[in-house]
Nanobody, 128 residues
Framework: QLYLGESGGGLVQPGGSLRLSCAAS????????MGWFRRGPGLEREFVAA????????AVADSVKGRFTISRDNASETVYQQMNSLEFEGAAVYYC?????????????????????WGQGTQVTVSS
């Protein structure tokens, strides 16, 4: 079992920034690709960003490209998402997720079904 705990959510004004963190424990963190997803009010869960197990590759949704950045620190078993220029559409519960990389299969970061573990989420509210 890999346990994931998100933090860093909160209230931000449009145009503001937040940094989300996701701390992992329980299994070997650096054997997992990591992703961020979000679910806005009344909306389906959507992919936001992902990073490979070694940090060499990232994927970012077009809707947040240039504003959101994903990174990871395997030593501290944490993945981050820096969110800049937040818009009203960015209000959502943000979830981190882990996709086992040890099986050597292709990486499909956008596919939530590929992920094995999920956190409980952290709320981001964008309001003026």
């Amino acid at each position: 079992q890999l346990y994931l705990g998100e933090s860093g959510g909160g209230l931000v004004q449009p145009g503001g920034s937040l940094r989300l963190s996701c701390a992992a424990s329980g299994r070997t963190f650096n054997m997992y690709h990591m992703g961020w997803f979000r679910r806005g009010p009344g909306l389906e869960r959507e992919f936001v960003a992902a990073i490979t197990w070694n940090g060499d590759n990232t994927a970012v949704a077009d809707s947040v490209k240039g504003r959101f950045t994903i990174s990871r620190d395997n030593a501290s078993e944490t993945v981050y998402q820096q969110m800049n220029s937040l818009e009203f559409e960015g209000a959502a519960v943000y979830y981190c997720a882990a996709d086992w990389a040890g099986d050597g299969t292709s990486w499909y970061p956008h596919d939530g079904g590929q992920y094995d573990y999920w956190g409980q989420g952290t709320q981001v509210t964008v309001s003026s």
